[in-house]
């Protein structure tokens, strides 16, 4: 499943950094213009972080394939951090969406609202079936 979701996530960043505009204002305010700016900054960032993401699939499935310690630690402390920005991520922005905090500046509610109810929450269970995986690869290689 972590694969699936890293895949997934790394398309969908792809197809944005190469130029595809159709859902771009789900991700609304600083992400946004990055993926609109066309520069070779903002490119040679998205094609980073596809990496980033491809990597991590690489990783899910290596662990299925050949897990070992070091893998499964990669992949708990990974997961946990993937799960943890997350989770931060849905906690800030709930709070915002429903006016317990009241940030300085401009809200993109549109943006923000699919970044609490979807973008963010794909990273808590990609981290929670990362962290998941390598668990289970660090039973199985112990078993």
Same mark, same amino acid.
């Given at each position: 499943?972590?694969?699936?979701?890293?895949?997934?996530?790394?398309?969908?960043?792809?197809?944005?950094?190469?130029?595809?505009?159709?859902?771009?204002?789900?991700?609304?305010?600083?992400?946004?213009?990055?993926?609109?700016?066309?520069?070779?900054?903002?490119?040679?960032?998205?094609?980073? +972080?596809?990496?980033?993401?491809?990597?991590?699939?690489?990783?899910?499935?290596?662990?299925?394939?050949?897990?070992?310690?070091?893998?499964?630690?990669?992949?708990?402390?990974?997961?946990?951090?993937?799960?943890?920005?997350?989770? +931060?991520?849905?906690?800030?922005?709930?709070?915002?969406?429903?006016?317990?905090?009241?940030?300085?500046?401009?809200?993109?509610?549109?943006?923000?609202?699919?970044?609490?109810?979807?973008?963010?929450?794909?990273?808590?269970?990609?981290?929670?079936?990362?962290?998941?995986?390598?668990?289970?690869?660090?039973?199985?290689?112990?078993?």
């Amino acid at each position: 499943m972590a694969a699936a979701l890293a895949f997934a996530s790394a398309a969908v960043t792809l197809y944005w950094t190469l130029g595809g505009t159709a859902g771009l204002d789900t991700l609304g305010g600083r992400f946004e213009e990055l993926a609109r700016d066309r520069s070779a900054g903002s490119i040679a960032l998205g094609a980073t +972080v596809v990496a980033a993401k491809l990597a991590a699939a690489a990783l899910a499935l290596a662990l299925l394939r050949r897990p070992s310690r070091v893998l499964s630690t990669i992949a708990l402390v990974g997961g946990a951090l993937l799960a943890l920005y997350g989770a +931060v991520l849905v906690a800030a922005g709930a709070l915002v969406l429903t006016g317990i905090i009241d940030p300085s500046g401009p809200v993109d509610e549109y943006g923000l609202r699919w970044h609490v109810l979807f973008w963010d929450p794909w990273f808590l269970v990609w981290g929670v079936a990362l962290g998941l995986g390598g668990r289970h690869a660090r039973r199985m290689r112990i078993a």
